[in-house]
Nanobody
Framework: QVQLVESGGGLVQVGGSLRLSCAAS????????MGWFRQAPGKEREFVAV????????YYADSVKGRFTISRDNAKNTAYLQMNSLKPEDTAVYYC????????????????WGQGTQVTVSS
């Protein structure tokens, strides 16, 4: 099993930046592809980005492409989501998740989830 803890959320103005972190423990971090998802009030949880086990491949939702960057440091057991040019529609709870077998944008593929961190973008 792997435990995931997100941090770095907060309140930011439109056009600002935040970097989210996802610290993993309990298992070999490099065994997992890492994804970021988000859930806005009243909406379903949606895919944001995913990074492969070694970090060599990344994929993004169209809504964040060019603004967000996913990365990982396997030596630190941590995944990151750098968010730039933030918009009000980026306001959501952001979750990181770990997938041992696939590089996926599907919620159901992920085995482990963090508790989430709130990101609020004010206009």
């Amino acid at each position: 099993q792997v435990q995931l803890v997100e941090s770095g959320g907060g309140l930011v103005q439109v056009g600002g930046s935040l970097r989210l972190s996802c610290a993993a423990s309990g298992s070999t971090f490099s065994n997992y592809a890492m994804g970021w998802f988000r859930q806005a009030p009243g909406k379903e949880r949606e895919f944001v980005a995913v990074i492969s086990w070694s970090g060599g491949s990344t994929y993004y939702a169209d809504s964040v492409k060019g603004r967000f960057t996913i990365s990982r440091d396997n030596a630190k057991n941590t995944a990151y989501l750098q968010m730039n040019s933030l918009k009000p529609e980026d306001t959501a709870v952001y979750y990181c998740a770990a997938d041992e077998e696939t590089l996926s944008n599907e919620l159901g593929s992920y085995d482990y989830w963090g508790q989430g961190t709130q990101v609020t973008v004010s206009s």
